[in-house]
């Protein structure tokens, strides 16, 4: 089986946690559970640290800070209405899956707010690649239908991964 999520490790204390085998299981249950074909789609993740994060994050946001994760869809997926559901991407094949975007992830800020929160820095990074991957499919939290509908997909697929829901 081919990987749906081609991980680059820029930090390596990244390699040291597992982010591969982690990203690979958040993405292929949010698209399972989202009733696409993991086999049928592409995403790549570039694990970082704050740093990267903040040039990333300064050049595509103009906020030259840190930041948790970054996603960047390769089709505007947006749903119309607010809290309408997005458009569905177009699958690929097995040997020449559709691209879902790009996520990147920095390293120091995951492990700060999850010690914040008093969560397992699995639990949380797992949140995070979840959330980015509902991004790259066209979920936003911008209005507030999509933030209510986006929170309710998210956390129905966390608890499908044993993982508390983040908002309560």
Known sequence: MRPLV?????????????????AERA??????????DPDRFAISLMGCDDVRI?????????KPAPTNVLSWPSDERG???????????????????????DIAIAWETCVAEASVAEKPL?????????HATLHLLGYDHIREGDA??????????????GVADPYA
């Open 6 to 22: 081609d991980t680059m490790i820029q930090d390596p204390r990244w390699q040291g946690f597992g982010l591969a085998d982690a």
């Open 27 to 36: 993405a292929r249950t949010t698209l399972a559970a989202q009733g696409l």
């Open 54 to 62: 903040a040039a990333l994050n300064g050049d595509f946001r103009a």
């Open 79 to 101: 749903a119309a209405a607010d809290g309408g559901r997005p458009d569905r991407p177009d699958p690929g094949t097995p040997d020449s899956p559709a691209e879902l975007g």
């Open 122 to 130: 699995h639990d949380h990074v797992t949140h995070l690649i979840v």
């Open 148 to 161: 209510t509908r986006m929170e309710a997909t998210e956390t129905g697929i966390l608890a499908s991964l």
